[in-house]
């Protein structure tokens, strides 16, 4: 990518001397947009990061997630802490409703934590301390370094193609509550603001986020205090359960503060069930407990207690006692809607508008990819600003890799909430799911105008 535009302040700064540095403005100060901005820092870029909540930091989401692949490259590459990321998982096995295995088989995977991750990449991005980082270190500060700005508050209600640069406007909340409408030209704008991502709704207004017709319920216990029958299936394995529009898996995440030392992890509980859209149940589930109707998700510890013993019932009477007792023991569970969106295109305004991540393509959990696309797409984009690939390539390895694994979770997640299949079939989507994205063969299909973006 050309990197010729002007800083609007009237600075010139170069990279190596030769050309200037494009003012790179980040939408969204989660996982995808510190992946973006840890990435291009190191490669020498100059970022600001727009972050709509007004709290400098994020409050944890109490998630675990599959690192896969990409996420652990992600951190071989750029990470600064020297801190571990993951929690090993060195078999799967799957219960039946008895809570009896039928079925192990060896294959490792790497667990870890919304909040490790996040504050591993926030350590290395602008460089805050926590507690997570015991273990590691604050990390170094290169002269090669790009600068970086985190402003929170910062609420995008507007992109304007400006030529050679692209006027973003927004809204910057103060410590007082007060809210002032702000400018800043950027010679690119990374959004990465997630699956309802408000420059996706800018730029393509007709592409929504939809309903899947199921919700997934998650939450965490200390390893502590599971039951030593919970400890024997979920402790450093992958469990899963398939029944007719239910499907649960669990295993083990980094603990408080990041710890992986045995016996002060978590269990990690994610479990899927069908709520038609419309029912009274969706409506009771959804309800929060200030009586607020949420759309997509219930925070932790905002689920009613009308609505939670509703799903501890329903975990009691149709999953394995296991997994039943993680419902019954977590003390802050949230649910989140399952949706489908994707763009039909990542490069706007003549390349100056970039979406990765969720904002591009929003996968189901199913995929356990989410993550590891928003690191594979801030390492490519990397590359491509640093001209190691060029803008074709760019566009070829993360469009298809999006296509191709929103596809598939559509695919696994329906044939898993709304068929009743053998649980080999199960087993073998949830193998396919694990293929690596370097040895997957893409359809033909995910090609399809690729030329023409």
């Given at each position: 990518?050309?990197?010729?535009?002007?800083?609007?302040?009237?600075?010139?700064?170069?990279?190596?001397?030769?050309?200037?540095?494009?003012?790179?403005v980040i939408v969204g100060g989660s996982l995808g947009g510190l992946f973006a901005g840890t990435a291009l820092k190191s490669h020498g870029f100059d970022t600001?990061?727009?972050?709509?909540?007004?709290?400098?930091?994020?409050?944890?989401?109490?998630?675990?997630?599959?690192?896969?692949?990409?996420?652990?490259?992600?951190?071989?590459?750029?990470?600064?802490?020297?801190?571990?990321?993951?929690?090993?998982?060195?078999?799967?096995?799957y219960l039946n409703q008895k809570g009896d295995v039928i079925h192990e088989e060896v294959n490792r995977q790497n667990m870890t934590s919304w909040d490790l991750?996040?504050?591993?990449?926030?350590?290395?991005?602008?460089?805050?301390?926590?507690?997570?980082?015991?273990?590691?270190?604050?990390?170094?500060?290169?002269?090669?370094?790009?600068?970086?700005?985190?402003?929170?508050?910062?609420?995008?209600?507007?992109?304007?193609?400006?030529?050679?640069?692209?006027?973003?406007?927004?809204?910057?909340?103060?410590?007082?509550?007060?809210?002032?409408?702000?400018?800043?030209?950027?010679?690119?704008?990374?959004?990465?603001?997630?699956?309802?991502?408000?420059?996706?709704?800018?730029?393509?207004?007709?592409?929504?986020?939809?309903?899947?017709?199921?919700?997934?319920?998650?939450?965490?216990?200390?390893?502590?205090?599971?039951?030593?029958?919970?400890?024997?299936?979920?402790?450093?394995?992958?469990?899963?359960?398939?029944?007719?529009?239910?499907?649960?898996?669990?295993?083990?995440?980094?603990?408080?503060?990041?710890?992986?030392?045995?016996?002060?992890?978590?269990?990690?509980?994610?479990?899927?069930?069908?709520?038609?859209?419309?029912?009274?149940?969706?409506?009771?589930?959804?309800?929060?407990?200030?009586?607020?109707?949420?759309?997509?998700?219930?925070?932790?510890?905002?689920?009613?207690?009308?609505?939670?013993?509703?799903?501890?019932?329903?975990?009691?009477?149709?999953?394995?006692?296991?997994?039943?007792?993680?419902?019954?023991?977590?003390?802050a569970p949230f649910v989140q809607c399952i949706t489908d969106v994707i763009a039909s295109k990542n490069l706007w305004m003549g390349d100056k508008v970039v979406?990765?991540?969720?904002?591009?393509?929003?996968?189901?959990?199913?995929?356990?990819?989410?993550?590891?696309?928003?690191?594979?797409?801030?390492?490519?984009?990397?590359?491509?600003?640093?001209?190691?690939?060029?803008?074709?390539?760019?566009?070829?390895?993360?469009?298809?890799?999006?296509?191709?694994?929103?596809?598939?979770?559509?695919?696994?997640?329906?044939?898993?909430?709304?068929?009743?299949?053998?649980?080999?079939?199960?087993?073998?989507?949830?193998?396919?799911?694990?293929?690596?994205?370097?040895?997957?063969?893409?359809?033909?299909?995910?090609?399809?105008?690729?030329?023409?973006?």
């Amino acid at each position: 990518m050309a990197t010729n535009g002007t800083h609007t302040n009237g600075d010139s700064h170069t990279t190596n001397g030769l050309k200037p540095k494009p003012r790179i403005v980040i939408v969204g100060g989660s996982l995808g947009g510190l992946f973006a901005g840890t990435a291009l820092k190191s490669h020498g870029f100059d970022t600001i990061l727009l972050e709509r909540n007004p709290e400098n930091l994020l409050h944890n989401q109490g998630a675990g997630i599959v690192a896969g692949g990409d996420t652990i490259e992600f951190f071989k590459r750029y990470d600064r802490t020297g801190k571990p990321v993951a929690v090993p998982s060195y078999k799967r096995v799957y219960l039946n409703q008895k809570g009896d295995v039928i079925h192990e088989e060896v294959n490792r995977q790497n667990m870890t934590s919304w909040d490790l991750s996040y504050y591993l990449l926030r350590a290395n991005y602008d460089r805050i301390d926590s507690e997570y980082l015991e273990g590691g270190k604050l990390p170094e500060v290169r002269d090669t370094d790009g600068e970086v700005k985190y402003c929170a508050g910062a609420t995008v209600t507007n992109i304007e193609d400006k030529g050679g640069q692209v006027l973003v406007s927004y809204l910057q909340r103060g410590l007082d509550g007060k809210e002032e409408s702000t400018t800043i030209l950027a010679d690119l704008v990374v959004a990465a603001d997630g699956p309802s991502s408000s420059i996706r709704k800018l730029l393509e207004p007709k592409t929504e986020r939809t309903y899947a017709g199921y919700v997934v319920i998650r939450g965490t216990v200390p390893e502590q205090e599971g039951s030593p029958e919970s400890l024997e299936v979920f402790r450093e394995r992958f469990c899963f359960f398939h029944a007719p529009g239910i499907q649960n898996l669990t295993y083990t995440i980094a603990g408080h503060n990041g710890t992986t030392e045995p016996g002060q992890r978590l269990l990690n509980f994610v479990w899927y069930a069908n709520f038609p859209a419309d029912s009274n149940e969706l409506d009771t589930l959804m309800t929060d407990i200030s009586g607020r109707r949420r759309h997509i998700t219930i925070p932790p510890g905002q689920i009613a207690p009308e609505a939670w013993n509703m799903v501890k019932k329903m975990g009691y009477d149709r999953l394995p006692p296991q997994m039943a007792e993680m419902a019954a023991k977590t003390t802050a569970p949230f649910v989140q809607c399952i949706t489908d969106v994707i763009a039909s295109k990542n490069l706007w305004m003549g390349d100056k508008v970039v979406l990765i991540g969720d904002a591009l393509a929003g996968f189901r959990p199913h995929t356990v990819a989410s993550t590891s696309q928003a690191a594979f797409d801030a390492m490519s984009l990397a590359e491509w600003l640093d001209g190691t690939i060029d803008r074709k390539q760019f566009v070829k390895q993360t469009m298809q890799f999006a296509r191709e694994i929103q596809a598939m979770g559509v695919r696994i997640g329906d044939r898993s909430q709304f068929e009743t299949l053998p649980v080999d079939e199960y087993i073998a989507d949830r193998n396919f799911a694990s293929i690596k994205r370097q040895d997957r063969v893409y359809g033909k299909w995910t090609e399809d105008g690729l030329d023409k973006i």
